[in-house]
């Protein structure tokens, strides 16, 4: 019969069995799929979910990729954080208007669907929005042959937060006065990775050698015998949680997620036009990650506007609440210290700096 001898989907190359495969994996690894407000279950079209009862709601929504830290995650043949990082991009945005993150979207797509490596991959985005305290509503996998290869895969995602509107953050709500708290990161996060490549090609650097850092320190959240590619795929920070207790606790106007373009396009956008940061290079040690970058000749002015230098988040608050607030992110299980303050602009630039860098 014709049917017999025409042309299949999968001469193409695309499995859809092995997609249904992957499928079934993740319904038995995600958890953050499960929560109350949650209508329906994992595979239908759309992902439904009740929103609470609030004064005056406000949706937020912010929307990542991972970058080309990608490319590392593979060479290392370490697929289960990168969906961490893939949720932390969009849910730390998210927060830092002041929102707390309902639920997050995600898209992956790959050369070829080999199952067990697909439900690595979100079961790590699950991961994500359970450290997030959100709700993964539903996602998409496509397979791509001829436009990947093989082993080849690339993600984005997207998260929406709730908020009332009038509890909201930005610069409208900064002041002249108000102290800069530095939330630190957990390393590099899932910024600057293509000037991390082009470095380790220019030292001949092998990402599976042990990671030695200027005076020998090591990283604290890969361990003291991590390898540099173990280094470099530490996770980046979620910090909803904490940002959500700040909401709580009162005295937060702005906060700045430290990503692309480093401490002048972000900070720069959490103060208003009159007004500029002023940060202290001096308040904090950037941590071995930077130092060691640093040592392969990355200048402190490129660092900052390449790389977190140890913070991924910077929040503009009142003076009268900076030691309650501090108390409140150490009992969130993270580190914070005062690094600036917010002083008149004058003909200056948004954020200036003083000291230099803990490198």
């Known amino acids: 019969m014709a049917d017999d001898q025409g042309f299949t989907y999968r001469e193409a190359g695309v499995d859809v069995e092995a997609g249904n495969r992957a499928v079934d994996l993740m319904r038995q690894r995600l958890k953050s799929t499960k929560h109350p407000l949650v209508l329906g279950g994992l595979g239908g079209f759309g992902g439904a979910i009740r929103l609470p009862k609030l004064r005056d709601p406000v949706l937020v929504a912010g929307t990542d990729g991972v970058g ?12 289960g954080t990168i ?7 969009s849910v730390n945005d998210v927060s830092a208007c002041g929102a707390v993150p309902l639920f997050f979207l995600d898209y992956l797509v790959v050369g070829k669907v080999v199952p067990e490596e697909v439900a690595d991959i979100v079961a790590g985005v699950d991961e994500g929005c359970q450290l997030a305290q959100c709700v993964l509503l539903g996602g998409e996998t ?16 997207f998260a929406v937060g709730l908020a009332e ?6 610069p409208h709500l900064v002041a002249d006065g108000d102290v800069l708290v530095g939330i630190c990161s957990s390393g590099l996060h899932s910024n600057g990775f293509s000037l991390v490549r082009h470095l380790l090609k220019e030292h001949a650097i092998d990402v599976h050698s042990k990671f030695l850092s200027e005076g020998g320190a090591f990283c604290v959240h890969a361990g003291p015998k991590a390898s540099v590619g173990e280094v470099l795929l530490v996770p980046t920070t979620i910090y909803s949680p904490v940002l959500h207790d700040l909401g709580h606790s009162g005295g937060v106007h702005a906060a700045a997620h430290i990503t692309g373009g480093g401490f002048p396009d972000n900070v720069g956008r959490a103060v208003p036009d009159d007004l500029a940061a002023e940060i202290d290079l001096g308040a904090w040690s950037t941590g071995p990650v930077f130092s060691w970058l640093h040592s392969l000749g990355v200048r402190p002015t490129e660092m900052l506007n390449t ?3 140890g913070l991924g988040m910077v929040v503009a ?3 009268a609440f900076v030691e309650k607030n501090l108390a409140v992110v150490q ?4 580190e914070a210290r005062v690094v600036g303050d917010v002083v008149p602009r004058g003909d200056g630039e948004a954020v200036r700096y003083r000291g230099e860098l803990r490198l």
């Open 68 to 79: 080309t830290k990608i490319e590392l995650a593979r060479t290392l043949g370490k697929l």
């Open 83 to 89: 969906g961490i990082d893939l949720v932390a991009m």
């Open 142 to 157: 496509a397979e791509h042959p001829g436009q990947f290869a093989g082993g080849d895969f690339d993600m984005a995602g």
């Open 165 to 170: 509107r009038d509890e909201l953050w930005g």
């Open 307 to 309: 790389f977190n230098c």
């Open 317 to 319: 608050m009142d003076a």
């Open 331 to 334: 009992k969130g299980g993270l």
